[in-house]
């Protein structure tokens, strides 16, 4: 992989360059840069990072796409798709390393699907509406579901 492949694939993600080399490559923010600048050659590994976080992202788009034909084909078309947008890495209910990536497929989804709306995620409401349930992502989407647009 190539200094600006890198650098382009890093913004695909949404990632700033310290939390790339944090999460990604373990590395300091430096030697990041070096790789993006092109100073230094970047490592097969994490290249191989890189595309298997993109994998990720297309997998995680492609199955939503697939959920609302599904539903589409059900029940007809939806008024709205809600999406859970989450601010911040502490909300994330998955491997951090996954939250930007996630909020990558989500802006994809919003640019390409006129019925897709981010629904911001709210600990203490969700709390609330979750009550003495098990969290997990099926549950917070059921959750910004019931967010109104």
């Not at 640019?111 to 003495?132: E, K, M, Q, R």
Request: proline letters at 5%.
């Amino acid at each position: 992989m190539r200094n600006l492949e890198l650098q382009a694939l890093r913004r695909l993600l949404f990632f700033t360059q310290q939390e790339a080399a944090s999460l990604i490559s373990g590395t300091s923010h430096r030697a990041w840069q070096h790789w993006e600048d092109g100073k230094r050659a970047v490592p097969a590994d994490v290249a191989g990072r890189m595309r298997e976080l993109c994998d990720w992202r297309e997998r995680a788009i492609d199955t939503i796409l697939d959920a609302v034909d599904d539903n589409i084909e059900r029940l007809g078309k939806p008024e709205s798709i809600p999406l859970v947008w989450y601010a911040n890495m502490h909300d994330w209910n998955g491997e951090p390393i996954l939250w930007r990536p996630h909020q990558s497929a989500c802006a994809e989804l919003l640019s390409i699907n006129d019925l897709v709306h981010l629904v911001p995620f709210d600990s203490a409401a969700y709390s609330a509406w979750l009550g003495n349930q098990a969290d997990s992502s099926p549950q917070r989407a059921a959750w910004a579901a019931t967010m109104p647009k």
